[in-house]
């Protein structure tokens, strides 16, 4: 519902700069996980780096600051609509830009040759799914937080942890099968679960609690079947590199 | 400060507030007391997104929003920058803003606290048009000189409660008469109104005596004081509100 202009090309750069730094900088000097180079090992996980990272801080930052400070919010519920539609508008253009930067880093990372094409198209949908649990999740930060400064909480308990703990960052848990991430993230959450009681509840707690119990249900289904098809790529990638090995 | 609801129904054209905000907001148009437009859109940009709100059709909207800049005076702004724009204007594309959806009523908070005079005499010429298009209009304000130009019908409100209501200058005759003389607060004059039973309200350097002779008092206190400064002036609804809600400060 919220048409906004956005600076577009800078947010881009992080996960561009996690891609060079990180996989063809390190890569150089470890060699291949899983049959598969380290940069195109780190590709899907940089893709969904830039998806979270787009719907939450377009959610926790981008609202706040039209909530409070703009209170553009107030304007909107003054017309016949409500705070939850007005709510639900702001997870729908945080889940926008999530695919709209999930696709940029598409091309991005196939331009370097590190995913192959035709087969990861598939991850603009899920982009979608991805961005709206991530938004639900930092609308309920935002509805909780009195000032903007207490955003430190959820972005370091929740948003770095949730990014550095990636099955396709953290090689400790991509090599095994079972869904032990979800202790991970279930850590995460408790965390600010306990920052939640610890501050007051403003007008938004109904809208909150749905959609903690929502985000809660769908977080590892979604998130376990993202890095499944992550890794499907990765493996297809690896078969195309060894038949290209075959040639040589 | 904020004062919950106690008791009571609030319905507004037969339709209660509670069941049916939707209908009653469609019907309504609002002038908040901050300027909360959007600085991410234009002025034109701002309307056409406000009525969009309305499930007004983009068309319609468009042919609205011009004729509202034109009826503000800002039509050659219509693609200024929010930031761009100063108090005043932004208080007219906020009436322009309220009025998008042609309300049947539109409520307007303090419509124009911190404006300059010809920006406030532009403001109150557009609500006098309104008030005569048959628009209904509530305002809320605390700049005295406004209310017996454009109310009808006045309420003044203390703590959340109301203290009187009725038409400006029936209050004002009821409550402080007809003209006030103001002069120098001395003890000998304190003490002689005192004496004589005038009503009288008591500043920290004035005193303001209520009455509807003020000349035969002049030529009094002439005669027995020597006093600098002597005002005569009509009496207003800012005399009624400081007699009626007090002195002190809230909160």
Not at chain 1, 201 to 213: A, D, G, P, T
């Amino acid at each position: 519902m919220k048409t906004i202009k956005v600076n577009f090309p800078i947010p881009f750069l992080e996960p561009i700069f996690y891609l060079l730094a990180l996989g063809f900088g390190l890569g150089f000097y470890i060699g291949e996980i899983n049959c598969v180079s380290y940069p195109a090992f780190i590709a899907p996980a940089l893709i969904c780096i830039s998806m979270m990272y787009s719907a939450f801080f377009e959610c926790i930052y981008g609202s706040f600051v039209r909530m409070y400070y703009q209170k553009t919010f107030d304007a909107i519920v003054g017309t016949p609509l409500n705070v939850d539609e007005v709510i639900f508008g702001e997870i729908l253009w945080g889940s926008t830009k999530s695919v709209i930067n999930a696709s940029i880093m598409l091309l991005v990372v196939s331009a370097f040759k590190l995913v192959k094409l035709p087969d990861s198209i598939f991850i603009i949908p899920l982009a979608f799914i991805v961005g709206f649990v991530f938004s639900s999740i930092a609308m309920c930060f935002t509805a909780v937080s009195p000032t903007i400064d207490s955003f430190n909480y959820p972005i370091f308990l929740f948003y770095y942890f949730n990014v550095s703990f990636q099955r396709n960052l953290f090689p400790f848990i991509a090599s095994s099968q079972t869904n032990s991430n979800f202790i991970f993230y279930f850590f995460s959450f408790n965390a600010c679960i306990l920052y939640f009681k610890r501050v007051n509840y403003r007008i938004f707690r109904v809208e909150k609690h749905i959609k903690l119990n929502m985000a809660c249900c769908c977080w590892s289904n979604i998130n376990y079947s993202f890095n499944k098809l992550n890794e499907e790529e990765a493996y297809n990638l690896k078969f195309s590199i060894k038949t290209m090995h075959n040639f040589y | 400060m904020r004062f919950p609801k106690t008791s009571g129904i609030l319905k507004v054209k037969a339709m209660e507030v509670e069941k049916h905000p939707r209908e009653i907001k469609r019907v309504l148009g609002v002038l908040p007391q901050e300027n909360n437009l959007d600085p991410d859109f234009n002025v034109f940009k701002n309307l056409i997104v406000y009525a969009r709100y309305y499930d007004v059709s983009k068309k319609e909207a468009e042919k609205e929003a011009l004729d509202l800049l034109r009826f503000v005076h800002l039509e050659e702004k219509k693609d200024y920058s929010i930031k761009k724009l100063s108090g005043g204007m932004k208080r007219r594309l906020l009436l322009a803003r309220a009025l998008i959806n042609d309300p049947e009523i539109l409520i307007l908070d303090e419509p124009t606290t911190g404006l300059d005079p010809q920006a406030r005499h532009l403001i109150w010429d557009k609500i006098k048009s309104l008030k005569h298009d048959g628009v209904t209009i509530v305002l809320t304000t605390h700049y005295m000189k406004e209310d017996p130009q454009l109310c009808d019908k006045l309420v003044i409100m203390d703590f959340g409660r109301i203290i009187v209501e009725g038409k400006p200058e029936e209050l004002i005759k009821k409550y402080v008469g007809i003209k006030v003389l103001e002069v120098d607060a001395k003890l000998e004059v304190l003490n002689y109104v005192l004496k004589k039973g005038e009503r009288f309200e008591q500043f920290s350097d004035r005193i303001c005596i209520f009455t509807n002779e003020p000349e035969k008092l002049i030529d009094e206190f002439t005669r027995k004081f020597k006093l600098e400064k002597t005002v005569i002036r009509e009496a207003s609804l800012e005399d009624v509100f400081l007699k009626l809600t007090g002195r002190g400060l809230r909160n």
